[in-house]
């Protein structure tokens, strides 16, 4: 009990209380601006927590991510633009309705329902997570390293594009976590016989330039050839609230059913928050009982959904990054490097060693979200304004601000280039449709599996059998075996189907078949 008060304490904090604040803002404004996500948005700011304390820098991350999560509805309904990849599903129905003159309405359900997934999602990690980090305090090197594989393992399966390519990535992500000294015997490694190659490659710039670098250049790609679209004006925001609040009783069992979908979905590592909207989208489909306005033309819950289900994902994705060290999407890994920074380890000792700054985090997602409240539905005109601000005047202030965060964490050039090189990387990966998330994992967890993993064997003499005799690690392993099967299987199918529907398409009709396709 002592260690929750205390956490409620330094998240009411005046310093806390402000950077709280000033993330929610920045938060929606970023993820208004079309081309811009919540991840950009995190990582700009990473380097301002360098000489924060730990409560204050966790609470203006984790009300970025708040703010974000929810301001990518405002461009979906206003522009038919997503704000950030969940918001797709909400250009579905949340666009329909501004045209019809009820921009205001929609927004207003939007908000509402952003605000009780992320509060559902809240009351669901604190109830379960200091439960699961009692059972991983049973966790040995053994435990971690086979936890740490299996996460790697399980983004690469579920990112975009091919198991293999997610693999790809996690293996160059490790071979990179590689360079510098060697954890146990402090031997050089891969640094070219560079000073400064001997720490490593830190993956504060990798961070900022794989987010940050590929969203600038496409940008300017689409803006230069796709110039934005006029915004649906709104005209009066309390009024879409009141309106919104006139129907949740109709709304809220979707935005429960959503709600629990979210959370779920977001405390897998490497699934996201698109999936977890168009799942709850579908559910709400399938489920309604409001027949009156067609899916797609408009329909409240449309917009309930998605939106309940992407604020939801947030406090799904902190149970895997603060209980076993796993992020499970971009941004909960950007927050687990502002844990790294701070000196705190993400893992089964963060509720025991550092209970208070675990329930001061807490305290700044419930505060983030009586903020998004006040904040969020009475700064709707000033976000609409924001929308408008050119690329030629953002984009360079973005690319200014990642070279002096990368700079200011060592004030070393070679953090500039490092930024620099990961950015024009990741731009390319993702042409080539390779996921760059498990790559940035890989990099921050290689150096922990590859310590926990060597320890494990040392204790063992060299034994792997170390790996099965323990229970814990067993089932991790055999967790690990089953997820490539089914991975491996499911892909299998698909490409099978894929070459079966084109060899059909592209199979010509027989002569006869002409005459009868004539009849």
Same mark, same amino acid.
């Given at each position: ?28 404004? $970023? ?41 990518? /509805? #405002? ?7 997503? &704000?950030?990849?969940?918001? +797709? ?49 049973? %966790? ?20 975009? &594009?091919?198991? +293999? ?108 928050? /698109? #999936? ?28 309930? *959904? ?5 604020? *939801? ?33 993400? &893992? ?5 060693? @550092?209970?208070? #700054? ?32 050119? /690329? ?12 002096? &965060? ?46 926990? %993993?060597?320890?494990?064997?040392? +204790? ?5 059998? #170390?790996? %099965? ?18 991975? $491996? ?21 027989? @002569? ?8």
């Amino acid at each position: 009990m002592e260690p929750l008060l205390n956490g409620l304490i330094q998240g009411l904090q005046p310093l806390t209380l402000l950077l709280t604040a000033v993330g929610v803002v920045l938060g929606l404004v $970023i993820a208004a601006i079309p081309g811009l996500t919540v991840s950009l948005a995190v990582v700009l700011l990473l380097p301002f927590t360098f000489y924060l304390p730990p409560s204050p820098a966790l609470g203006m991350l984790i009300g970025v991510f708040v703010g974000g999560m929810a301001g990518g /509805a #405002i461009s979906a309904v206003l522009l038919n633009i997503p &704000g950030n990849p969940a918001s +797709i599903i909400t250009t579905r129905d949340g666009y329909p309705m501004a045209k019809k003159g009820r921009a205001d309405h929609a927004l207003g359900i939007a908000f509402l329902a952003s605000i009780l997934g992320g509060t559902f999602s809240l009351l669901v990690l604190c109830l379960i997570a200091p439960q699961i980090a009692k059972f991983a305090l049973l %966790f040995g090197a053994a435990e971690q390293a086979m936890l740490v594989l299996l996460g790697l393992t399980l983004v690469a399966g579920f990112s975009e &594009g091919s198991m +293999i390519r997610g693999l790809i990535s996690a293996g160059l992500g490790l071979g990179i976590a590689m360079i510098g000294l060697d954890p146990i015997t402090a031997s050089a490694r891969y640094t070219f016989d560079t000073v400064e190659m001997q720490q490593g490659i830190s993956f504060i710039p990798v961070m900022i330039g794989m987010f940050a670098l590929p969203v600038v250049i496409e940008t300017m790609v689409r803006t230069r050839s796709q110039p934005l679209p006029p915004v649906i004006p709104i005209s009066n925001a309390l009024l879409g609230v009141r309106q919104a609040v006139a129907s949740l009783k109709q709304l809220w069992p979707c935005i429960f059913r959503s709600s629990a979908i979210g959370t779920t979905i977001g405390a897998v590592p490497g699934t996201g928050s /698109a #999936i977890a909207a168009i799942l709850s989208y579908q559910y709400a489909e399938r489920l309604s009982k409001n027949r009156d306005i067609e899916f797609g033309k408009g329909n409240p819950e449309g917009i309930a *959904a998605p939106e309940a289900a992407n604020s *939801a994902m947030t406090g799904g994705a902190l149970i895997p990054m603060l209980i076993l060290g796993i992020p499970g999407d971009p941004v909960t890994a950007v927050m687990l490097g502002a844990l790294l920074i701070q000196g705190l380890t993400p &893992g089964y000792t963060l509720f025991s060693d @550092s209970a208070e #700054i675990v329930y001061g985090l807490f305290a700044s997602f419930g505060i983030s979200l009586v903020l998004l409240t006040l904040i969020g539905l009475l700064g709707v005109p000033l976000f609409v304004k924001v929308i408008r601000i050119p /690329a030629r005047v953002l984009m360079p202030t973005i690319v200014l601000l990642c070279i002096i &965060g990368s700079y200011a964490l060592q004030n070393s050039v070679l953090d500039v280039w490092v930024m620099l090189a990961a950015g024009v990387l990741a731009y390319y990966m993702r042409r080539w449709n390779y996921p760059v998330l498990p790559l940035l994992l890989a990099l921050i967890l290689g150096k922990i599996f590859e310590t926990q %993993f060597r320890m494990s064997l040392i +204790i063992a003499l060299g034994d792997p059998l #170390i790996f %099965f005799k323990k229970p814990i690690s067993m089932v991790f392993v055999l967790l690990l075996v089953a997820f490539l099967v089914w991975t $491996i299987r499911r892909e299998f199918l698909t490409s099978q189907d894929a070459s079966w529907s084109s060899s059909e398409n592209s199979s010509p009709l027989p @002569s006869n078949a002409h005459e009868e396709k004539g009849k």
